[in-house]
């Protein structure tokens, strides 16, 4: 009887959790915070606009994050950043289109690669790994990683190297949602 009772509950639990790997999810929250270590200034931004869609089943991920909504405490270093280095006027978003690599719940691990698109420029084959906790419905993917502003022209002047690095640190955590 224990036995019988057993594979059923491992049966309902298998079911549960495929029924749950074919589903789309949707970014529910975010935070994305970006990180300038520089001698003389450490400059932190961040940005919780952010839109996108993963399919476990192909997956296919798409992150899209608004820029414009990119926000530094220095009005000052704001302004710099929207309208010098990112002109956002020029390319508002950075879109991450990729697909996942590793999904692994038992270690908490997702990697995905793909294509990052920032200042219009796209580095191809750009991976991301996170870790993943999973509650639910819902995914809490958390990452850090770094990108090179040279790799994506952004121009730092020799007079402002000192206070804005050209590899900028990059914290996210992105909130997944089944989508409904």
Known sequence: MKSLFLLLWIVVATNLYADKKIKELVVKEAKIQFISEAPQETIRGNVT???????????KV???IDLKALNIPSRMMNRHMHENYLETELYPNTNFVGVIKRWDIKSKIVEIEGDLTLHGV??????????????EKDFLIRSNF???????????????????????????????KDQE
């Open 122 to 135: 796209t580095k191809k084959k750009f991976k991301i790994q996170g870790n993943i906790e999973e509650t």
């Open 146 to 176: 770094e990108i090179h502003l040279a790799d994506f022209k952004i121009e730092v002047p020799k007079l402002v190297i000192l206070k804005l690095n050209d590899t900028i640190q990059i914290e996210s955590e992105i909130l997944w």
């Open 49 to 59: 606009k952010v839109f996108g869609s993963a399919n476990l089943e192909t997956k």
């Open 62 to 64: 798409s992150i899209q």
